[in-house]
């Protein structure tokens, strides 16, 4: 019995590129923990500037919405107004008949009911207005959910006040 000790596979070809490359140590192949480290700090520096520049955006946007939407309200109450002859007693008016409308040509809203600002609350309606007697007053709470503070969205700041 005779047993073949020869290899069966042919030696692979080594590369024939550049010299410096295949003579590199195989420490050198990679990146340091410092270049590594480095990288990671420069990430860093950049998220701290630029993620506060968006996180406002997002507080900027509820307001344009809320600032919108009383717009939208506003558009609606007012065409109420001129088919029945005086605001309606709520906003829920807009999108269900009131039986004292005899003129109603609604819903004035393309929703069937009535959404909520932002940030989850409901738009304080109020006609006759105080601020403005003759018409309306409408506004959100804005994010601190409280009446009459200074981040109330208004509809006499939006100017969707026609009378």
């Known amino acids: 019995m005779s047993i073949n000790l020869k290899p069966t596979m042919k ?21 340091t923990l410092i270049e590594l480290l480095l990288v990671l ?8 500037i630029v993620v506060p520049k968006f996180a406002g955006r997002s507080e900027q946007a509820r ?27 709520s906003l ?11 003129n109603w040509r609604g819903p004035y809203l393309k929703t069937t009911d009535i959404p909520l600002d ?6 304080v309606y109020e006609y006759p207005g105080r601020r403005n007697p003759s018409g309306y007053d409408l506004y959100s709470v804005g994010p601190d959910k409280r ?17």
């Open 11 to 31: 030696p692979r070809r080594k590369y024939k590129g550049n010299n410096a490359e295949q003579k590199k140590p195989k420490s050198q192949n990679g990146f």
């Open 92 to 102: 829920q008016d807009l999108v269900i008949q009131p039986s004292d409308a005899q």
């Open 147 to 163: 009446e009459n503070t200074e981040d109330d969205i208004t509809s006499w700041q939006v100017g969707t006040q026609r009378k």
């Open 41 to 48: 700090v420069i990430l860093g520096t950049l998220a701290a």
């Open 63 to 89: 307001v344009t919405a809320a600032q919108s939407q009383i717009a939208t309200f506003g558009t609606a109450l007012d065409a109420y107004e001129v088919d029945n002859g005086s605001y309606p007693k």
């Open 118 to 123: 932002p940030w989850g609350s409901p738009y």
